[in-house]
Nanobody, 121 residues
Framework: QVQLVESGGGLVQPGGSLRLSCAASGTIRSINAMGWYRQAPGKEREFVAIITNDGHTNHADSVKGRFTISRDNAKNTVYLQMNSLKPEDTAVYYC???????????????WGQGIQVTVSS
């Protein structure tokens, strides 16, 4: 079993900052990639950022220059530093990992439960 625990969301004014965290635990042998997605009301879930196990990153165009993804491999934790937040960043943010499981040669994906980020004055 794999658990992803997200934290750091909340209400912030436009132009403000938040830092999301997602800690993974359970029957994990290694984590290939860790990422963040978001879903705004009435919209489909969309990609935000991803980081591989060797540190390569990719960010959606809509957040480039404002959001930064990072990870702590020793803690199986991924972070999303969000600066210069805009009302259109309001969404439920989901953590995602692609991992190799203990006692298996297969890779799997897991999702966090989601955390609300609201940008409003």
């Amino acid at each position: 079993q794999v658990q992803l625990v997200e934290s750091g969301g909340g209400l912030v004014q436009p132009g403000g900052s938040l830092r999301l965290s997602c800690a993974a635990s359970g029957t994990i042998r290694s984590i290939n990639a860790m990422g963040w997605y978001r879903q705004a009301p009435g919209k489909e879930r969309e990609f935000v950022a991803i980081i591989t196990n060797d540190g390569h990153t990719n960010h959606a165009d809509s957040v480039k220059g404002r959001f930064t993804i990072s990870r702590d491999n020793a803690k199986n934790t991924v972070y999303l530093q969000m600066n210069s937040l805009k009302p259109e960043d309001t969404a439920v943010y989901y953590c995602n990992i692609v991992y190799a499981a203990l006692y298996s040669m297969s890779t799997f994906t897991a999702w966090g439960q989601g955390i609300q980020v609201t940008v409003s004055s």
